[in-house]
């Protein structure tokens, strides 16, 4: 079955270490997206990419970064600059770029600590 | 700018019991709007969407929601909650060529026995 595999499931990290996220889809869809969920907050647009190579900067880009190399595939990384990197990541993807009439299809999240 | 807003943080009714989440949206153009829902610890799962045609959607776990434009209002109903209905729950806008969605802060639904 086609979906998207978010690993991993849990992940810590010690304070000053950048650690990257997985986010792979099979559903052969052009957009790939990073929520960040944290607490009564919503979900938060960290970034996003319509096409392969080329990327944007969501609400809440600072101390992440983001390659798009392969339709596939769109990691992310939290680099030690992120002051707050504790939460909940999401990763998504949509068909049809242009347009999200279908919506986002998420994968499961990855749960991060800073220990 | 699009915006959502959810202006219930927390619920709870009864099983059994009807219910109603309310959603607002602010979209300069004809919107898409979608309501997802997020079990504890896990990724979000598309309900119900309206993007054209009736205004009466519905969706999956016998959910349903109304689209109103005098209102910008996106309201999701059950008629008789389970149990199993116990999640958060998301409505987002989005529209147009802008393929980006905008989601509220969510409501979080408890159901009593």
């Known amino acids: 079955d086609g979906g998207i595999t978010q690993s991993p499931k849990y992940l810590f990290r010690k304070e000053g270490q950048n650690v990257t996220l997985s986010c792979e889809q099979n559903?052969?869809?052009?957009?790939m997206y990073w929520y960040r969920q944290d607490p009564g907050q919503g979900l938060r647009l960290i970034y996003y990419s319509q096409i392969v190579n080329d990327f944007q900067k969501g609400d809440i880009a600072e101390g992440y970064s983001v390659s798009r190399e392969k339709k596939e595939s769109f990691p992310l990384t939290v680099t030690s600059a992120q002051k707050n990197p504790t939460a909940f990541y999401l990763c998504a993807s949509s068909m049809e770029a242009a347009r999200g009439i279908h919506g986002y299809t998420f994968g499961s999240g990855t749960r991060l600590t800073v220990v | 700018a699009q915006s959502v807003t959810q202006p219930d943080i927390h619920i709870t009714v009864s099983e059994g019991a009807s219910l109603e989440l309310r959603c607002n949206y602010s979209?300069?153009?004809?919107?898409?709007l979608f309501w997802y829902v997020q079990s504890p610890g896990q990724g979000l799962q598309l309900l119900l969407k309206?993007?054209?045609?009736?205004?009466l959607v519905q969706g999956i776990k016998g959910f349903e929601a109304e689209f109103k434009r005098s209102q910008s209002s996106f309201n999701l109903r059950k008629p008789s909650v389970h149990w199993s209905d116990a999640a958060e729950y998301f409505c987002a806008v989005g529209g147009g060529s802008n393929y980006k969605l905008t989601f509220g802060k969510g409501t979080l639904l408890t159901v009593n026995p």
């Open positions: 559903l052969n869809h052009d957009a």
């Open positions: 979209y300069g153009a004809t919107p898409y």
């Open positions: 309206y993007f054209s045609g009736d205004t």
